[in-house]
């Protein structure tokens, strides 16, 4: 067990909708980091958050929004889901953010489905 | 970020050592090398992180030369369970610059009974 909750761990919905999926970090941790992984590739990197503010972007698309909350936990909201959204969707959080210096632990995931 | 290149897969067979290397040419002063394992429909976990010579843990061993432009992950006697991808980073450690965590493709390691 990493610490870090992710929930729901699995959601199935319709093409057009809108999700939110939640990340609780370990105790302690001020960063939260947010990965998308589809079906045989690589974890892609959304964003990162540090203590309730955006520290990084990586490739996230317009459609999709994250934020962390005074209590350090973190949502990503996802919206006008497609088909190409399903994927795995990680949440991992680290003391600090010193990127890849540190050591993140990561969630169990999501697992979203989009039909 | 310091851009890696690992294989692409690798096997072995049940009680073998592992060792997956890592390049990593623009590695830059401040940077550690870090090694992560992964399961299938599981999150990364972290499996040992160096900046010079060797450091050991229980899990595995990492080996890096003086010029640090490599690393080796060594994986003693591997078993069926140690099956997954493992993925070498080596990162950007200045507080407050980019604080990405990128991950490559990774090493898919398919042990063998």
């Known amino acids: 067990d990493s610490g870090v909750t992710q929930t729901p761990k699995h959601l199935i919905t319709a093409t057009g909708q809108r999700v939110t999926l939640r990340c609780s970090p370990r105790s302690g941790d001020l960063s939260v980091y947010w990965y998308q992984q589809s079906l045989d590739q690589g974890l892609q990197f959304l964003i990162q958050y540090y203590n309730g503010e955006e520290r990084a972007k990586g490739n996230i698309l317009e459609r999709f929004s994250a934020q962390q909350f005074p209590d350090l936990h973190s949502e990503l909201n996802l919206s006008s889901l497609e088909l190409g959204d399903s994927a795995l969707y990680f949440c991992?959080?680290?003391?600090?953010?010193?990127?890849?210096?540190?050591?993140?632990?990561f969630g169990q995931g999501t697992r979203l489905t989009v039909v | 970020l310091a851009k890696t290149t690992q294989p692409i897969s690798m096997d072995s067979y049940e009680g073998q050592e592992v060792n997956i290397t890592c390049s990593h040419n623009?590695?830059?002063?401040?940077?550690?090398i870090t090694w992560y394992q992964q399961f299938p429909s599981q999150g990364p976990r972290f499996i040992i992180q160096g900046y010079k010579t060797k450091v050991t843990n229980e899990v595995a061993s990492l080996f890096i030369p003086a010029d640090r432009k490599s690393s080796t992950l060594s994986l003693p006697r591997v078993s069926l369970s140690d099956t997954a991808v493992y993925y070498c980073?080596?990162?950007?450690?200045?507080?407050?610059?980019?604080?990405?965590?990128?991950f490559g493709k990774g090493t898919r390691l398919h042990i063998l009974p």
């Open positions: 980073l080596v990162g950007d450690g200045r507080r407050n610059r980019d604080d990405k965590i990128i």
């Open positions: 991992a959080s680290s003391v600090e953010g010193q990127g890849s210096n540190t050591e993140a632990f």
């Open positions: 623009n590695i830059a002063t401040n940077d550690y």
